[in-house]
């Protein structure tokens, strides 16, 4: 998986839209880099990349129930989809994404009137 593709899994599940500046410290982390070569590369002080880092690692770690870290977020977030790929996973993802102020992200995975709606396991979630 990639960066990108990790992003569109799991923002329909964060309790907001992750910023432009997470989304770039996210990116850049995947791959290796270091704050230090993410802030140089971005034109931001170490400090505040380092903020926004520890900001994205407790969202991160309030969606998946454990405590991530730079260190850890790649294997944290594929065994937090690994086991979201259950079918009772799947629809608890999709209920949860449902009951937040639907994002248009968030619309494209979840149904939007359940009253009409016929969601299977196979269904719920179709990107996982």
Not at 91 to 110: E, K, N
């Amino acid at each position: 998986m990639t960066a990108d593709e990790v992003l569109l899994a799991i923002e329909p599940v964060l309790d907001k839209q992750l910023t432009r500046i997470q989304r770039l410290v996210f990116q850049q982390a995947w791959v290796g880099k270091s704050y230090p070569e993410i802030a140089r590369a971005a034109d931001y002080d170490v400090g505040y990349i380092k903020d926004v880092g520890a900001e994205l690692w407790k969202l991160l770690s309030q969606v998946t129930g454990e405590k991530v870290t730079k260190q850890n977020f790649q294997l944290v977030l594929k065994r937090f989809w690994t086991t979201a790929t259950s079918p009772a996973a799947r629809i608890t993802i999709a209920l949860r994404c449902h009951q937040t102020d639907p994002q248009p992200a968030c619309a494209r995975f979840c149904p939007t009137d359940w009253a009409r709606s016929r969601v299977s396991s196979d269904s719920a979630i179709p990107f996982l």
